[in-house]
């Protein structure tokens, strides 16, 4: 009776101690009172939800479980990699047509400064991720940035962000 008493005690200390694991493996979990960090967002990916059928899911699952692909997300990035391979050349020349940088394109305070000094303003196009700097004022980007087209991801402050917001296209 006792050794039922401490497994229960156990359990339910492990319960309200313990994270939640994902199901395709990726999770964390932590013992103690204290709440962890939350994990640094990589700037090199950005999370999207997609809704999948049950039996595509179930497709998925037993691909993974079969040992071709190491997780769900693994399954779905190679699918969107073979896409986008397909699609290659169309990408490459839609990119030209409209005139896109590709990848990553930083503007820091420094560069946006030197913008207004040269009395211009820039017309943002990138595919990729446009990273505007934390130490870019509201101001000092709503003087600088006429337009901003992402197709991407734009990371910058929220009051930079609403300072943009007319002119996001």
């Not at 999770?27 to 595509?56: A, C, H, W």
Request: charged letters at 25%.
């Amino acid at each position: 009776m006792k050794l039922h008493r401490e497994k229960e005690t156990a359990c339910k200390y492990l319960y309200r101690h313990l994270c939640t694991i994902q199901a395709d493996g990726v999770g964390m979990f932590y013992m103690g009172d204290e709440t962890p960090e939350p994990r640094q967002r990589r700037s090199d990916s950005e999370k999207i939800t997609v809704n999948l059928g049950y039996v595509d899911l179930g497709h998925i699952d037993l691909l993974v479980q079969e040992g071709f692909y190491s997780t769900r997300t693994d399954f779905i990035r190679t699918a969107i990699r073979n896409q986008m391979d397909r699609h290659a050349d169309a990408v490459k020349k839609s990119v030209a047509r409209h005139q896109f940088d590709l990848g990553l394109r930083q503007y820091s305070r420094r560069d946006l400064e030197a913008v207004r000094a040269a009395g211009e303003m820039l017309h943002i196009q990138v595919l990729g991720l446009v990273i505007i700097a934390a130490d870019v004022s509201a101001d000092l980007a709503r003087e600088t940035i006429a337009s901003i087209r992402v197709l991407g991801a734009l990371q910058a402050s929220s009051a930079v962000k609403s300072a943009l917001a007319g002119r996001l296209l």
